[in-house]
């Protein structure tokens, strides 16, 4: 069902007027956010962490244009690969770009750390026009046709795709890190290996992937958090992009790595580090943090994480 939900849509969204398309989307964004199914569930209970500030009734509100913001990025995505250059272009508005910029011009292949915000895919699409191939890494899915679509859909795109998982993947990461010529984008807001890293996320603790900070740490690399979110966009702007809706990239400063430390801690310190760095546009921009999964440490089976540690510290 939902290998023939996502391949219809990936070959006939285009076909439906943006207008229409994005009102149909917002209309399933509702309804789940009215059935209050385990995903939204999550979602605001995450959103409780990212905003304590807020009361209950004002989480629930909030997890209302998240859905939305979660609903637009797939309905993007659906019709990415039949956007123009111009339209990718006038999407994306880029702050702060100079340290990825000159990085690259220097001949290296930053590593960016990412999380689930704003359209990571329409971000990729836009860097490897604009900065350099983007290489990546995505979550195996199933069924298999599902992941097997989204591989296509990514390289269509531009971007070179690695299966979380297989063998291998962080020494090709590391080879492509070790020489010019790539962008290495990585989602790490989630910890999909097993082995992940446990930071302080809003006060809280909560588990990322280790990958970005180990990458840059084993090849010297410069490691630089990305954070997306969604801007309204008007005028000529929004005549060009074709849309109402763009995104902002910021790349944040590099994050400084101690060399005299021992490894596993110069990698811990700089997975905090890209960490506080995405929690700023997290907590300014909520709704576009696209997180219905657990992450935070509390939410998590403690037997099952307590074999986890265990496995871990014999390993």
Not at 89 to 94: E, G, P, S, T
Not at 132 to 141: D, H, I, Q
Not at 181 to 203: K, P, Q, W
Not at 302 to 309: F, V
Request: with cysteine; charged share 20%; glycine share 8%.
């Amino acid at each position: 069902m939902a290998f023939n939900a996502f391949g219809f849509a990936w070959k006939h969204a285009y076909k439906i007027p943006g207008p229409i398309l994005r009102g149909l989307l917002n209309v399933a964004a509702d309804v789940t956010w009215l059935l209050h199914n385990g995903g939204v569930h999550q979602l605001e209970k995450n959103l409780q962490r990212v905003r304590p500030d807020l009361t209950p009734k004002q989480v629930r509100a909030l997890s209302r244009p998240a859905m939305r913001s979660y609903l637009r990025y797939f309905g993007e995505a659906f019709v990415l690969t039949h956007a123009s250059e111009e339209q990718v272009r006038h999407r994306v508005r880029a702050v702060n770009d100079g340290p990825v910029v000159a990085a690259i011009a220097a001949g290296k292949s930053p590593v960016l750390a990412l999380s689930h915000q704003g359209n990571w895919d329409l971000a990729g699409v836009w860097a490897s026009a604009h900065l350099n191939p983007v290489l990546t890494v995505a979550e195996r899915l199933k069924p298999e046709e599902v992941f097997q679509d989204f591989v296509t859909f990514r390289e269509a795109l531009g971007m070179t795709i690695l299966a979380a998982g297989d063998s291998g993947v962080f020494r090709e990461l590391l080879r492509a890190a070790n020489g010019p010529g790539r962008l290495i984008c990585l989602l790490a807001d989630r910890d999909l290996s097993a082995s992940g890293i446990e930071v302080d996320l809003f006060g809280r603790r909560a588990r990322v992937a280790a990958g970005p900070a180990a990458l840059a740490v084993g090849s010297k690399t410069p490691l630089i958090p990305a954070s997306i979110h969604y801007e309204r966009i008007t005028g000529e702007r929004r005549r060009h992009a074709g849309s109402p809706w763009g995104i902002v990239i910021t790349f944040h400063p590099e994050v400084e790595v101690d060399r005299t430390l021992p490894k596993t801690e110069q990698v811990a310190a700089a997975t905090q580090g890209w960490v506080d760095a995405l929690a700023q546009t997290i907590h300014a921009h909520p709704q576009d943090w696209h997180m219905l999964q657990k992450v935070f440490i509390e939410d998590l089976d403690p037997e099952r994480y307590a074999r986890t540690l265990a496995k871990e510290s014999h390993g």
